[in-house]
């Protein structure tokens, strides 16, 4: 009995604490048999972790109390300013391989030897949302490339989309704040559809060929696992002869070109917002590991000067039917992060870490990211020695003086902290022209002045290009996606300025948003800064369609079943689509499962109010007869079946499960399957490889 005539507070022993949480990867000096002691972060044991120290049984909490304190202080102290564009971000690792040496072309120790593995890390990302936000907004996504080369790291900083909104980096500032939420109100988040962005695009002509990919399905993709990326600007590659060649870097994804519908992005953000992370989360840890080949367009200064586009204007791309994409590696992610915040969050790229055999150019939006990419590192890690995190520290070996600063891990040893100093080989490391990156000697000479390059000044014969060379569904696309966002702005003055610049793109697309809009008479056509607009051929390359997968590879048949659905053709389709490299997954009116018509108890995935088909490439439909019934008044799996449908999607359905499709308005097409045996599975599994039947499109969307 303590003097209060109280009971003391029992304070619970190790032995009686269960203790679940891992250890985080550091050392502990003391366990109780396997399981390590919780200790503070400066390894003090801890006996108990569930009560503050506290004067009396109901009294104040005592500063005495040093592991509150510190667990406190530690939790308050966890954020890190996000990224002020692309902060929201999903990271993995891999590998890159050349298929045959570059030697020829590059001295860059990476592309020499076939076959030779180079670590990198790798981040996707969307660019106007916060930390926090949905997956599927359309956006440009990032493709960020860290190359952990055995002359240094090599950050190839891209995107999914090869042109840019803007050529100078001056207006970065002005373009980013126009997109993220307006400052007043703090919305909208992670869109672009709203006045601000709008009224920026409309005054500003050289964004009209972004404009045009940004309201293609480009931003809203199935997955990072099945897009493109760019490294957008045009570099240089120099051998070791010296001699350069100019190169614009592309990953092609092994799996084909996919994206979602735009009514399917909208849902999945609801039924997933995390779908991209999940999928390329899902796809690592089942050893389907994502895949890209790296391709150069390699060309010369002639063809740099007789372009009639500026090779430094990142607002125009180079024809892939000009000069063709010359495959050389493969890109593989092969393991995911053990922690998110060191390594996804704390992931510092920069654009100005180019090694040996690569170069920049004077590409002025590329030269501004020079700049920019080392300053805000520092803003966000807090101090100069974010190359101490591991996942930012070169693999290679590596010596130099700086030292001290916040956090320092690492400092120069023995007495020489500078250079030139006379302590011979204890004096540290020396530069070297020889092995030393030599900056390509291009001849400079100008005027210092605020100009623009005249040829920069052709702001819509590219975006028309893009425009023809998409299929109709995506010309169709990127008409409703202009008529939505344009619709989100209040300003009638805005949305009749972009039909203005649209008319010089296309007019038959300009009167398709005017009439989308409800906006009448048209206006005239906007003043272009060059009066010529050119007539461009048709870039097949530039077409999501033309460049989709050939088979099911990769994607996920979401398979609505119930008790007593028909085992048979369950398994006989599990099997095919397993064959073809896809996934299936169960959707029931319970994630405990269902008893299929051979009696077995099957698990499902999903519960169909969580698994919408938003979530899946394609659908089947098993429900049994009773089952059916069941589904017929649950509005979840009539939706499931009637979004499957207006999303174009290939529907399979079991002969008893057709009432429920008549009841979520089906209408027989050549994208619905009946399947009664072996036999139809077949052509079911056939036409996916084609993943939507555009054609529907028509029928189900009138406005
Ligand atoms: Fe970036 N960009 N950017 N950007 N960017 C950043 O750097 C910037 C541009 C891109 O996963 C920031 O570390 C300027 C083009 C990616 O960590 C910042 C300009 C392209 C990522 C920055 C551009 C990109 C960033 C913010 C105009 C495609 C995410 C956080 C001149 C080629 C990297 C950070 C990651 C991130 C500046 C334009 C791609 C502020 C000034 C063009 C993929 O430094």
């Known amino acids: 009995m303590s003097s209060t005539g109280q009971q003391p507070l029992k304070t619970a022993s190790i032995a009686d604490i269960k203790i679940s949480r891992g250890t985080g990867g550091e050392t502990h000096q003391i366990a109780e048999g396997d399981t390590p002691v919780l200790t503070t972060a400066h390894g003090i044991p801890v006996a108990d972790d569930q009560n503050s120290l506290k004067a009396g049984e109901r ?212 039924a997933d917002p995390d779908f991209h992370r999940r999928d390329l989360w899902d796809a690592i840890q089942a050893g389907d590991f994502p895949e890209w080949e790296l391709g150069l367009q390699l060309f010369d200064d002639s063809f740099a000067d007789e372009f009639p586009f500026d090779v430094l204007d990142a607002t125009k791309i180079i024809p892939e039917e000009l000069v063709p994409v010359q495959i050389v590696g493969r890109l593989v992610l092969d ?99 020889q092995k030393g990156f030599q900056t390509f000697p291009e001849d400079m000479t100008g005027v210092k002045r605020r100009v623009r390059a005249e040829l920069f000044a052709d702001h819509y014969s590219q975006a028309r290009q893009f425009y023809i060379s998409q299929t109709e569904p995506e010309q169709t696309h990127i008409k409703d996606a202009f008529v939505f966002e344009l619709s989100k702005v209040e300003t009638p003055e805005i949305r009749g300025r972009m039909v203005a610049h649209l008319l010089n793109v296309d007019k038959a697309l300009a009167e398709k948003v005017a009439d989308g ?105 098993l429900a049994s007869a009773d089952g059916c019934k069941l589904l017929m008044n649950e509005a979840t799996a009539r939706d499931f079946v009637a979004d499957a449908f207006a999303h174009a999607k290939f529907i399979a359905f079991a002969p008893s499960a057709k009432p429920l499709l008549d009841k979520a308005g089906v209408e027989p097409d050549d994208g619905v399957f009946e399947l009664t045996g072996a036999g139809d599975v077949k052509t079911f599994i056939a036409a996916l490889g084609e993943l939507r039947l555009w054609d529907r499109e028509k029928t189900v969307h009138t406005v």
């Open 335 to 433: 393991r995911v992060v053990d922690n998110f915040f060191a390594e996804t969050e704390q992931v510092a790229f920069m654009t100005q870490n180019v090694v040996p055999g690569i170069d920049f150019t004077n590409d002025p939006l590329l030269q501004g990211r020079n700049f920019s990419y080392l300053d805000t590192q520092l803003k966000r890690l807090g101090g100069p020695n974010f190359s101490h995190i591991p996942v930012n520290a070169p693999r290679c070996p590596f010596a130099h003086f700086q030292q001290d600063g916040h956090m320092a891990m690492r400092n120069p040893v023995g007495r020489a902290n500078y250079e030139p100093n006379s302590w011979g080989p204890a004096g540290g490391p020396r530069e070297s022209p």
């Open 59 to 270: 009294g104040p909490t005592l500063i005495e109390d040093g592991h509150f304190r510190e667990k406190i202080f530690h939790f308050d102290h966890e954020r890190i300013p996000e990224r002020v564009v692309h902060a929201r971000g999903y990271g993995a690792h891999g590998f890159f391989e050349p298929y045959r040496s570059l030697s020829d072309i590059t001295a860059a120790d990476l592309f020499q030897r076939a076959g030779e593995k180079t670590e990198v890390f790798v981040r996707f990302s969307t660019v106007a949302g916060n930390k926090g936000s949905p997956d599927l907004a359309r956006d440009v996504r990032g493709f960020a490339v860290k190359f952990y080369t055995k002359e240094g790291n090599w950050d190839l900083v891209g995107n999914n989309i090869p042109v840019f909104f803007i050529q100078d980096a001056i207006k970065f500032p002005d373009l980013i704040h126009a997109a993220k939420q307006e400052p007043d109100r703090g919305f909208p988040q992670a869109q672009t559809a709203h006045d601000n962005f709008w009224d920026f695009i409309s005054l500003t002509p050289e964004a009209m060929n972004m404009a045009l990919w940004i309201m293609s399905d480009r931003t809203i993709p199935r997955s990072f696992r099945f897009m493109e990326g760019f490294g957008v600007h045009t570099f240089r590659l120099v051998n070791a002869d010296g001699a350069s060649t100019f190169v614009k870097f592309h990953w092609k994804p092994k799996l084909g070109l996919q994206s979602k519908v735009w009514n399917e992005a909208v849902k999945t953000n609801g």
């Open 517 to 621: 809009l409800g906006l009448s008479p048209l206006p005239k056509p906007a003043d272009p800064a060059r009066p010529v607009i050119t007539d461009l051929p048709a870039s097949p390359a530039l077409s999501i369609v033309k460049n989709g997968p050939k088979s099911f590879k990769g994607r996920k048949l979401g398979v609505l079943v119930t008790d007593g659905s028909d085992a048979k053709l369950l398994k006989a389709l599990t099997k095919a689509i397993d064959a073809e490299g896809g996934l299936v997954e169960l959707i029931a009116p319970k994630v405990g499962g269902v008893k299929l018509s051979d009696g077995e108890a099957t698990p499902a995935k999903q519960k169909v109010n969580g698994g919408p088909s938003v979530l899946y490439d394609a659908v089947a439909i």
